[in-house]
């Protein structure tokens, strides 16, 4: 029931980025058709010319920001709109309404993961073209595991943070001060360490710099790092989560 | 009281976005003091530097996520949370609730457009060690306030259509995306490039731009009106559909 009920609180945001992430997907590869390749770029292999536009582009923005957004709700949310009274009158603890949640935004994360793994290598062999499952497939694992991070940093949010609108500003402001410490600090020098640069390879050794598949081997100690970072910070949602006191 | 009211009520929001833009201007300019010219492109102009850094397109972006989170808000919200029957209560009409919140919002996005305006070439000289033209700082600006009043009230907007915050909130973080998705189907690249908000907002109108990324044509005041306009259709929707709701 408190797996439904999370579904039920986030369905029509996880709806909303699902479809316009396949529309955006699907109309990528089909404009294809008509603008690849490129008139300056003839030589462009088509798969940089995806992960430009989708692993690098709108597509990845679109998940970072929606990760978090997903991350979002909750308790306090509830406790706005005056109905946390009959949330936290059932027979469960406060950690049982909240892992629940993590459990479904992480879920509807990993989908959104797939959408591009189904509907590029699918689209691409409708117009003629091919792009490997394979690699379709390391980059939805490279975005899976680094979405982790997005997904804890909005719950985090939503708890430490009271007003619904607070959470939600400081979830989108964390992917973008995110990719500024790594483009304006020390920090630049370790791609490896960003999350932004790690999900799709930009600037790691794992891609390859002419047709822009992951071809290497994964960064899995930064991908670990991620995950225990995630870890960290649904631990400390949890600690806040439980000293709450309405 | 309705302008302390809509203050109260987005302040969290305008602060939050008044110390991430003032952090990271303050990070730019520090940085630059030891990281430029970069060693990768050591003729860079500090002016190309600053634009990199603070008015390229993903700048532009963050800024439109910044102007729509400002427009959230208002009796929709309050009817979710159950207090607007309070506010209703209050001797002002429909139309005033939303006009105040209105100018509010918009006074909160100009007074977070004037942080890298004002920083940047007062700053320069003695964090960085360099100079950058006040006058380019104000026109940048002025490209990203264009737009961004254009976000704004879409966010206005949405949040008097939809009564769940989250779809709200939802339905704003998803506008530039689709617009760009809408843009990119119609090759709206090829036809109508004055319509990209954000290479317009990094200055991609301005054909001598040049290596040093600055401003040298007039601002394109024609497509500025044609955005206020739209900006402006957006707020009077907004104020008629407030005023025809009926709870």
Known sequence: ?246 | MLWYKAWRESRSRFCLAVAVVTVYCLTVLVRARTAFPPPEAPHLPYSAFVWGELYAPFRAVAFSFIALMLGLGGLQRERGAGTAPFTLALPVGRGQLVATRVLVGLAELIGVTLIPIVMVPALSPILAHQTYPASQSVLYGALFLSWGIVWFAGGVLWSVLFRGEFTAATAAVLTPFAYMAVYGVSRGDQRYPVANPFSMMSGGLDRSVGGRMLLTEPLPWNVMLVLAIVAAALVAGTWRITARQSF
Not at chain 1, 99 to 109: I, N, S, T
Not at chain 1, 121 to 143: C, K, N, Q
Not at chain 1, 173 to 179: N, V
Not at chain 1, 215 to 224: D, F, I, V
Request: glycine share 6%.
């Open chain 1, 1 to 246: 029931m408190l797996y439904y009920k999370a579904w039920l609180e986030s369905r029509v945001r996880f709806l909303a980025a699902g479809a316009l992430l396949s529309l955006y997907c699907l109309t990528f590869v089909q404009r294809a058709h008509l603008d690849f390749p490129p008139v300056l770029e003839p030589m462009l292999p088509y798969t940089a010319h995806v992960w430009r536009g989708i692993y690098n582009g709108f597509d990845a923005v679109v998940f970072v920001v929606m990760s978090g957004v997903l991350g979002l709700g909750g308790l306090e949310r509830e406790r706005e709109s005056g109905s946390s009274a009959f949330t936290l009158a059932l027979p469960v603890s406060r950690l049982q309404l909240l892992w629940p949640r993590v459990a479904v935004a992480m879920l509807e994360m990993a989908v959104l993961t797939a959408i591009p793994l189904v509907v590029v290598p699918w689209a691409s062999a409708s117009i003629g073209r091919e792009y490997p499952v394979v690699h379709a497939m390391r980059f939805a694992t490279l975005f899976a595991i680094t979405g982790t991070l997005w997904v804890a940093a909005g719950v985090l949010a939503s708890i430490a943070l009271s007003g619904t609108y607070a959470s939600l500003a400081a979830t989108l402001l964390a992917p973008a001060i995110c990719a500024a410490a790594f483009s304006s600090t020390a920090l630049r020098a370790r791609p490896v360490l960003s999350p932004l640069n790690v999900m799709n390879g930009s600037r790691l050794p794992f891609l390859n710099p002419v047709t822009a598949l992951a071809e290497g081997s994964l960064p899995w100690a930064a991908l670990l790092s991620f995950v225990v970072a995630s870890v960290v910070l649904l631990g400390i949602a949890s600690v806040l989560a439980c000293r709450r006191d309405f």
